[in-house]
């Protein structure tokens, strides 16, 4: 069964950094891209980027360019996004997904990593 | 401001059949699939339709996808309580060189 495990919820400082993660199981992790998608609270869902762990290859809409980092390591099947200085706006549920081709949005979901940046 | 425009609402009663819209343009409906996500509330989205008009194993056939030109609809039969959910459209898009999401309809059940 093809699964994606999120890390857990995590509380920060407006400042701080962060890197949340995304463990693949039951596929071969490299062979399909991985993709992030923030949904601010009762707001909808946006596409942040995507890593083809294949070969690291990454591309970032242009709203998260430059805000956000998305890497993986293909030997533990596991992606990430990370923040070097996190601010309040950055609060929301963030969810990696699996695309089930390239140039696809047909997603298979993990189960969210809420973040909360409170002072 | 989604790249792709849905309705904000929608409701039905029990049994009836309810349409959902989504409008894009010809870099990102017009070009790939449609994919529709069911996402009930606290939990993540979820695979409903994929490639237009294809149903995974295990959603009912109440759910069905059409698509033409750089439109597509999700049509949902037999309403029962338990589809009150946000329903969201998807597809690639070549300007974007990624994944645009329509803003998401809330379907509620009367």
């Known amino acids: 069964e093809v699964q994606l495990v999120q890390s857990g919820a995590e509380v920060k400082k407006p400042g701080e950094s962060l890197r949340i993660s995304c463990k693949g199981s039951g596929y071969s992790f490299s062979s399909y891209w991985i993709s992030w998608v923030r949904q601010m609270p009762g707001k909808g869902l946006e596409w942040m980027g995507r890593i083809d762990p294949s070969d690291s290859y990454t591309n970032y809409s242009p709203s998260f360019q430059g805000h956000v980092t998305i890497s993986a390591d293909r030997s533990i099947s596991t992606a990430y996004l990370q923040w070097s200085s996190l601010k309040a706006s950055d609060t929301a549920m963030y969810y990696c997904a699996r695309h089930e081709g390239r140039y696809t949005s047909g997603l298979t979901w993990g189960q969210g990593t809420l973040v909360t940046v409170s002072s | ?110």
């Open chain 2, 1 to 110: 401001q989604s790249v792709l425009t849905q309705p904000p609402s929608a409701s039905g009663t029990p049994g009836q059949r309810v349409t959902i819209s989504c409008s894009g343009s010809s870099s990102n409906i017009g070009s790939h699939t449609v994919n529709w996500y069911q996402q009930l509330p606290g939990t993540a989205p979820k695979l409903l339709i994929y490639s237009n008009n294809q149903r995974p194993s295990g959603v009912p056939d109440r759910f069905s996808g059409s698509k033409s030109g750089t439109s597509a609809s999700l049509a949902i039969s037999g309403l029962q309580s338990e589809d009150e959910a946000d329903y969201y459209c998807a597809a690639w898009d070549d300007s974007l060189n990624g994944v645009v999401f329509g803003g998401g309809t809330k379907l509620t059940v009367l």
